[in-house]
C-alpha cells in the first residue's frame, strides 16, 4: 500500500514539474526591462566596442615628497578593481570602465602613510550612483591634504557629474 502511494505522488510530481516547463509567463511590455534577462552576455570582441560609461578619477594621491608611499583601492558594489598602471608612486588614479546600467555602490579607500603608521580614509558618493545607457558616469576627486598626507576633509566626497557619450 504505501508503494502505491509513493507511485502516485511521483507521478504528480512530474505532472506538475511538466506543467510548469510549458506554462508561458506574460508581462506587459513596460516590464520587459526587468523582468528578462539576456540569454549570455555579449562576446568580448563586441563588448569591447562599446564606449566607457563610468570614469572615476582621483589626483593628488602621492607625491614625491612625504606622500609617495600613498594608494587608492576603489570599489564597484564591494568589488575591487584593479588599475592599469600601478608606480610605487602615482600622483592620479583613473579608472575607465563599462559597467550595465542600474545603481551601484562605488568608494575608494585612501591609504596615507603617515611614516609610522598606514592610515585608512572612506571616498564616497552622497548615494548610491545611477548608470545610465545613454550618459557618462564622471566621479572627480582632488584631495586636499595635509602636511603628512591626511585627507583635509575627514570623509572626502566625490564630484558626481554626467556628460553625454561620446
Given at each position: ?83 592599469d598602471n600601478v ?80
Amino acid at each position: 500500500m504505501k508503494s502505491y502511494y509513493i507511485i502516485v505522488g511521483i507521478i504528480v510530481l512530474v505532472a506538475l514539474s511538466v506543467s510548469q516547463c510549458s506554462w508561458n509567463r506574460q508581462i506587459n511590455q513596460d516590464e520587459t526591462y526587468d523582468a528578462i534577462k539576456p540569454v549570455a552576455p555579449l562576446p568580448e570582441y563586441e563588448r569591447s566596442g562599446l564606449p566607457v560609461n563610468v570614469e572615476v578619477s582621483i589626483k593628488n594621491v602621492a607625491d614625491m615628497n612625504n606622500s609617495y608611499k600613498n594608494t587608492i583601492d576603489l570599489y564597484v558594489n564591494d568589488y575591487i578593481i584593479n588599475p592599469d598602471n600601478v608606480f610605487n608612486y602615482k600622483s592620479n588614479y583613473t579608472y575607465q570602465m563599462r559597467l550595465q546600467p542600474g545603481i551601484y555602490k562605488i568608494k575608494a579607500v585612501y591609504h596615507a602613510n603617515t611614516g609610522w603608521q598606514e592610515k585608512k580614509f572612506t571616498i564616497s558618493t552622497q548615494e548610491p550612483v545611477k548608470v545610465y545607457l545613454d550618459k557618462k558616469l564622471e566621479l572627480s576627486l582632488t584631495l586636499e591634504k595635509n602636511w603628512w598626507g591626511a585627507p583635509q576633509e575627514k570623509h572626502p566626497k566625490f564630484n558626481v557629474e554626467y556628460a553625454s557619450l561620446e
